[in-house]
């Protein structure tokens, strides 16, 4: 059981929205910690997509943004591509537990 | 260009030891925490370990405190990872990353493979 929440799964049509949301706590997001985001595409490793809660890296295109809110977090992806097609993991800071944290990981899947 | 490279995955049996390597190169490596990220078979990320540019603040997951033991040269700019007691659970994909010391992580290796067998 991760100590973020993230679904399991979220699925899109090319060109639509969607939203995958980390749900934490107060040791962790609701303490302040800053919420980053990776991509992982199949057979690689992940890469960082979203730093600070709402920043994106040098490369990363402007369809992918972050947000936080009180205990939680959400990543947006909009306008769809299939390139998309990717499994996405939160990540923040938990001082109850002295360390790093993960969500478990979403797979979107662009039908 | 950045890069990390991982090295020294195997097969193992329980109750072994392994010692995982990373080489950086490309960025000023002791400006930089460092940590250890695994992914088991088929499932998701686990943060293992990290390290802070100075080696003053060093922090474990929970599932291997007492076990592992991270450490890096900085004048050889490599990271380690001594993992002792090795259980089956801890097959996985074993990843090097390059950043803050509460992340983010902005640079991974590609990983090494330790496979632990009974």
């Known amino acids: 059981q991760s100590v973020l929440t993230q679904p399991p799964s979220v699925s899109g049509a090319p060109g639509q929205r969607v939203t995958i949301s980390c749900t934490g706590s107060?040791?962790?997001?609701?303490?302040?910690?800053?919420v980053h985001w990776y991509q992982q595409l199949p057979g690689t490793a992940p890469k960082l997509l979203i730093y600070?809660?709402?920043n994106r890296p040098s490369g990363v295109p402007g369809r992918f943004s972050g947000s936080e809110s009180g205990t939680s977090a959400s990543l947006a992806i909009s306008g769809l591509q299939a390139e998309d097609e990717a499994d996405y993991y939160c990540?923040?800071?938990?001082?109850?537990?002295?360390?790093?944290?993960f969500g478990g990981g979403t797979k979107l899947t662009v039908l | 260009e950045v890069l990390l490279v991982e090295s020294g995955g195997g097969l193992v049996q329980t109750g072994r030891s392994l010692r995982l390597s990373c080489a950086a190169s490309?960025?000023?490596?002791?400006?930089?925490?460092l940590h250890w990220v695994r992914q088991a078979p088929g499932k998701g990320l686990e943060w293992v370990s990290g390290?802070?540019?100075?080696?003053?603040?060093?922090a474990y997951a929970d599932s291997v405190k007492g076990r592992f033991t991270i450490s890096r040269d900085n004048a050889k700019n490599s990271l380690y990872l001594q993992m002792n007691s090795l259980r089956t659970e801890d097959t996985a994909l074993y990843y090097c990353?390059?950043?803050?010391?509460?992340?983010?992580?902005?640079?991974w290796g590609q990983g090494a493979l330790v496979t632990v067998s009974s």
């Open positions: 990353a390059k950043g803050q010391v509460a992340g983010p992580f902005d640079y």
């Open positions: 490309g960025f000023t490596f002791d400006d930089y925490a």
């Open positions: 390290i802070s540019w100075d080696s003053s603040n060093i």
């Open positions: 600070g809660n709402s």
């Open positions: 990540q923040t800071y938990d001082r109850s537990l002295s360390g790093v944290v």
């Open positions: 107060s040791s962790n997001i609701g303490a302040g910690y800053d």
